[in-house]
């Protein structure tokens, strides 16, 4: 057994019976566990309807250069983040077209600017962020997917699989020729924790509150001041049914506790904010560093907006090669394949004005493993591919930066057929890193 991307090469079925069995008890013992949704009180009562979460058997061997680099870049990301956050200019004027096929998008703007008209000031920023990436194997580039800058989800059962990845290999290691210290160390739950915390005590309000605001029906109103407001929820139009959520969304923005994030934080991750970023010298605008510059840019995949004739053309004819992005979060919103003609086709025909809905995205084609997937208490062996996305902490006051750090990561694995890589949404599971 080789640690050069071939270790979830076929075991014997004894031993991935014995593995699958240690995993899945090992899962509800340390609450690897999720809501079944099949069960309606799943998730509200504790201990009710409760599952293992979909994982991986084995980590996935990944090259430590690259790990390295995607680390490096977490930091540089988050600054960026910031400074993008604080020209309001730049993003009216990048969202500007957007908001007029873009419903969403366009009240997001709505409350941001008028918050720049109210001169409204942040003086606590705070920051939680996943940058997600994959390993294309024609360059052997390690590339960007996206940005996320709200609900950055997964961080608590990211680290979860990375400790239960390393007791399988501390008790199977010798069988498997494996070393458990390979599996990097996953601290992305506890730095948000602190990182949270950090923020309560900046605010200096010591009977103020967290607030968390998620996903669906959930009110938490109170006499209590609140210190951080945490969005788990808010990043997809389904969590704005009707205008109360919206003048919620408009209070919150309004007030004087720490948004994570912000509203300008929150539109610093959009798509088109990404595609903006990646034009030649827009960096420049944000940063000074030419080192930092040249390392984001490296890991910049090709993008375009669709009033560039010739990478719309050009993806018309060759579709398998590109992916159509719509300003949403969440999952399952991405175009691909013969889709992306078509809907080119269609959006051509309906007016210049619909393709400022979407931007064009460079297809990457990370190089494809086999690999043993469990859910449901059931296991397969299957060609699978990885995404590896690192966790940013970033928090700041008027007068300095508080935190700027790479936090944890997350690796999802999903059958190399299968185009979306949503864990939640039942693509992918759950993963860990194997450093070679």
């Given amino acids: 057994m080789t640690v050069d991307g071939t270790h979830h090469a076929a075991l014997a079925s004894g031993l991935v019976d014995e593995l699958v069995g240690e995993a899945l008890v090992w899962s509800s013992l340390h609450g690897l566990v999720v809501g079944d949704r099949i069960i309606q009180r799943s998730g509200t009562v504790p201990g009710v309807g409760m599952v293992h979460a979909p994982i991986a058997l084995l980590p996935m061997p990944f090259p430590e250069d690259y790990w390295r680099q995607a680390c490096e870049l977490a930091p540089i990301f988050n600054e960026l983040v910031d400074r993008v956050s604080l020209d309001g200019k730049f993003l009216q004027d990048s969202l500007s077209r957007t908001k007029k096929v873009d419903a969403f998008t366009g009240r997001l703007l709505d409350i941001h600017s008028e918050m720049l008209q109210i001169n409204k000031k942040e003086d606590i920023r705070l920051g939680l962020h996943r940058s997600d990436y994959m390993l294309d194997a024609e360059t052997n580039l390690l590339l960007q997917i996206e940005l996320n800058t709200i609900s950055s989800s997964f961080s608590g059962l990211s680290c979860l699989v990375s400790e239960l990845h390393r007791n399988l290999l501390d008790r199977y290691g010798n069988h498997l020729g494996l070393d458990s210290r390979k599996v990097p160390g996953?601290?992305?739950?506890?730095?948000?924790?602190?990182?949270?915390?950090?923020?309560?005590?900046?605010?200096c309000n010591s009977s103020a509150v967290v607030l968390f605001v998620v996903q669906p029906e959930e009110r938490n109103i109170g006499g209590q001041a609140v210190a951080v407001v945490y969005f788990r929820a808010g990043y997809s139009p389904r969590d704005y049914p009707s205008e109360s959520e919206w003048s919620a969304r408009f209070l919150i923005e309004k007030s004087n506790a720490v948004k994570c994030p912000s509203i300008s934080y929150h539109l610093v991750g959009t798509k088109k904010i990404q595609q903006e970023l990646a034009k030649p010298n827009v960096l420049e605008r944000f940063l000074?560093?030419?080192?930092?510059?040249?390392?984001?840019?490296?890991?910049?995949?090709?993008?375009?907006?669709?009033?560039?004739?010739?990478?719309?053309?050009?993806?018309?004819?060759r579709p398998e090669l590109f992916v159509l992005k719509p300003q949403r979060e969440g999952g399952g919103n991405n175009i691909y394949g013969e889709d992306v003609r078509k809907t080119l086709v269609k959006l051509q025909q309906e007016g210049s004005e619909e393709l400022a809905a979407y931007i064009l995205m460079q297809r990457i084609f990370p190089a494809s493993s086999l690999a043993y997937l469990v859910r449901d208490g059931i296991y397969h062996h299957?060609?699978?591919?990885?995404?590896?996305?690192?966790?940013g902490t970033y928090l700041r006051n008027k007068d300095e930066v508080v935190m700027n750090e790479q936090s944890g990561y997350l690796m999802r694995t999903k059958v190399s057929s299968s185009n979306?890589?949503?864990?939640?949404?039942?693509?992918?599971?759950l993963d860990s890193v194997y450093l070679t």
């Fill in 186 to 203: 996953n601290k992305a739950l506890s730095q948000s924790a602190e990182a949270l915390a950090k923020a309560w005590k900046e605010y």
């Fill in 288 to 317: 000074e560093n030419e080192d930092d510059i040249a390392k984001l840019r490296k890991c910049f995949a090709g993008l375009w907006s669709l009033d560039n004739a010739e990478g719309v053309n050009r993806a018309i004819e």
């Fill in 382 to 391: 299957d060609q699978v591919i990885s995404e590896l996305g690192i966790y």
């Fill in 420 to 429: 979306e890589g949503g864990v939640a949404a039942g693509f992918a599971v």
